[in-house]
């Protein structure tokens, strides 16, 4: 496979890929599992098709799983927070209700 998309055999293209992208990204309606729609598609500008290449993903798991133990604890410290804040209020409220 070429990196424009052509399919070739012995040496003549016999079919190609097509590179297409949304016209408008927000148009684009989840269909089931991975599958999406959209409105209009247009012809992928200066997009290559890669043989052999596997796509990673964007995300780093380590990092992620990193900041998401310090959000939890964030979360937490805030809760504490609000809970002795609570425990505050009503003892205030009833010192004063004697």
């Known amino acids: 496979m070429a990196s424009d998309g052509t399919l070739s055999t012995g040496g003549q293209p016999i079919a190609?890929?097509?590179l297409w992208q949304p016209a408008d990204p927000l148009s684009l309606r989840h269909q089931a599992g991975t599958m999406f729609s959209a409105d209009a598609?247009?012809?992928?500008?200066?997009?290559t098709v890669?043989?052999?290449m596997l796509e990673d993903s964007n995300v780093e798991p380590v990092s992620e799983i990193a900041r998401m133990i310090t959000v939890q604890r964030a979360y937490e410290l805030g809760q504490k927070f609000l809970d002795s804040e609570d425990e505050r209020v009503r003892g205030v409220i009833q010192a004063l209700g004697r």
């Not at 598609?41 to 997009?47: I, M, N, Q, S």
């Open 50 to 52: 890669l043989q052999g």
């Open 16 to 18: 190609q890929v097509g």
């Open 41 to 47: 598609v247009e012809p992928a500008e200066g997009a």
